[in-house]
């Protein structure tokens, strides 16, 4: 199962989002122009039964996210909650949390992708990469494949 597609899906979205930003008024900040409420401390949030941490100031792009949708890839139902999340300075952080009907995922069934190492973060064992500034960061919980991706000195926040 090659979770690059899921990943891949899950940036154009964010991208496609951030592309209004260009012409919000300077006066007026990124995330009054999207509705986006940001959390005013670090908040617990569940997704698809797994506990995350979304830093301070940081809001949920609510018109993007998607909750337990169900698609089916030929070689089974696929079920993936997609949350993605906005700062003042318009920086992304994207958790994506996915399941396949019938399948546990385990630590051995996620592989690393080109670039990535293995990493340890928060005692979660998976692979991890970095681009630009931005890092993410695969795992298996719960019989799930998760990725969180966003600024590197964030991604260690949000797993928990």
């Not at 090659?2 to 964010?14: E, H, P, R, S, T």
């Not at 006066?27 to 940001?38: E, H, V, W």
């Not at 941490?53 to 698609?71: A, C, F, I, R």
């Amino acid at each position: 199962m090659n979770v690059k597609y899921f990943l891949i899906i899950g940036l154009v979205v964010g991208m496609m989002a951030l592309t209004p930003l260009s012409a919000a008024d300077e006066d007026y900040g990124i995330l009054d122009a999207m509705d986006i409420t940001p959390f005013d401390a670090d908040t617990n949030v569940t997704i698809d039964g797994i506990d995350f941490n979304v830093p301070k100031g940081y809001g949920e792009q609510k018109d993007l996210t998607k909750d337990n949708d169900s698609y089916d890839l030929g070689f089974g139902e696929v079920t993936l909650s997609n949350y993605q999340y906005l700062n003042e300075d318009g920086d992304l952080l994207n958790i994506q949390v996915m399941s396949v009907k019938d399948k546990n995922f385990t630590d051995d069934q996620i592989t690393p992708e080109d670039g990535e190492v293995k990493k340890t973060i928060n005692g979660r064992e998976g692979f991890y990469s970095e681009n630009d500034g931005v890092a993410m960061f695969r795992y298996a919980q719960d019989g799930k494949s998760i990725l969180v991706a966003g600024e590197s000195d964030v991604v260690s926040n949000v797993i928990i």
